[in-house]
């Protein structure tokens, strides 16, 4: 992975330098490194290198270490994009449709978007069957819903799921 040599600069003003995006690169790639291998990619010792990533997960840029599981594996290998367009879009109901999405386990990720729709919803089911019955059933009942649209995920370019890796080296 080339390192671009990007200035980031902290909440307190601190600026990340090219160790410290290695790092976080690095932990992107793989969170169970252990120290000690990452102080070798990186090229400092161990003490330094535990510093940074305690400094860097304080300063709020390593938010958590997760597993990334693949869906596929789960069952679940149909993705759906929904853009949705609500009725009202004033505080109450944008409360409103926010905590309602989050009881939908079918919905992976909700974006408000600054477009000709208010949501970009990512949907992720068994089948197109399914989907359906989601959309029907869960998305449609959502609070203050006046449209939605569909965009099926023929294949997956970019992104988190092993299956890529796999696929694409």
């Avoid at 992975?1 to 290695?22: E, F, G, S, V």
């Avoid at 490194?33 to 997960?57: G, Y």
């Avoid at 974006?111 to 970009?120: C, E, P, T, V």
């Amino acid at each position: 992975m080339q390192l671009r040599t990007i200035a980031y600069t902290m909440k307190n003003n601190d600026t990340l330098d090219q160790i410290d995006q290695h790092i976080l690169a690095e932990l992107a790639r793989d969170a169970r490194i252990s120290v000690a291998e990452l102080s070798r990619r990186v090229n400092l010792s161990k003490t330094p290198c535990q510093a940074r990533i305690n400094r860097l997960e304080q300063a709020g840029y390593i938010l958590g270490y997760r597993a990334i599981i693949d869906p596929e594996r789960l069952g679940r290998p149909h993705v759906a994009f929904v853009e949705v367009k609500l009725s009202d879009t004033r505080n109450a109901a944008l409360a409103a449709f926010n905590k309602a999405v989050q009881a939908i386990p079918e919905i992976e990720q909700a974006h408000m978007i600054a477009s000709s729709f208010d949501y970009l919803l990512k949907v992720r089911t068994q089948d197109i069957a399914e989907y359906r019955e989601v959309l029907g059933e869960k998305i449609s009942s959502l609070p203050h819903i006046a449209h939605t649209s569909t965009h099926v995920s023929m294949e997956a370019v970019k992104g988190d799921a092993p299956s890529l890796k796999s696929k694409t080296g």
